[in-house]
């Protein structure tokens, strides 16, 4: 991540940049899914045993972002400055509460 962050810091509204910043953030994001998936089936690396539908919410929220990345990125090609605003969007929809954030609200109590 700090390569292509530099990159795009220093280039920001450039579409090779954009290009390698969006290919890092979906590979991230799709190496976070597979992580999901591998501690959540089976109750592997869970404290708790969660709801099917906590575990399908969790993961289809993340697959959403590395869609709503993969679109960020064609757009890189087309219109920069969509794109960039679309890279910028995607992690502060994700620090918006949820369905899944109440579930684990009402679990702490």
């Known amino acids: 991540m700090p390569l292509s962050t530099a990159l795009l810091g220093h280039y920001p509204l450039n579409r090779v940049a954009l290009v390698v910043y969006g290919t890092n953030l979906i590979a991230a994001t799709l190496v976070l899914a597979l992580h999901w998936q591998y501690a959540t089936s089976r109750g592997r690396l869970l404290r708790t045993r969660l709801p099917p539908t906590v575990i399908g919410l969790a993961h ?31 992690p502060l929809f994700n620090v918006l509460p949820f369905t899944l954030d109440r579930h684990f609200t009402a679990e702490s109590r």
Not at 66 to 73: C, E, I, Q
């Open 60 to 90: 289809r929220r993340i697959l959403g972002s590395a869609g709503a990345y993969t679109v960020a990125l064609l757009l890189s090609l087309v219109v920069p400055i969509i794109s960039l605003a679309l890279f910028l969007a995607v």
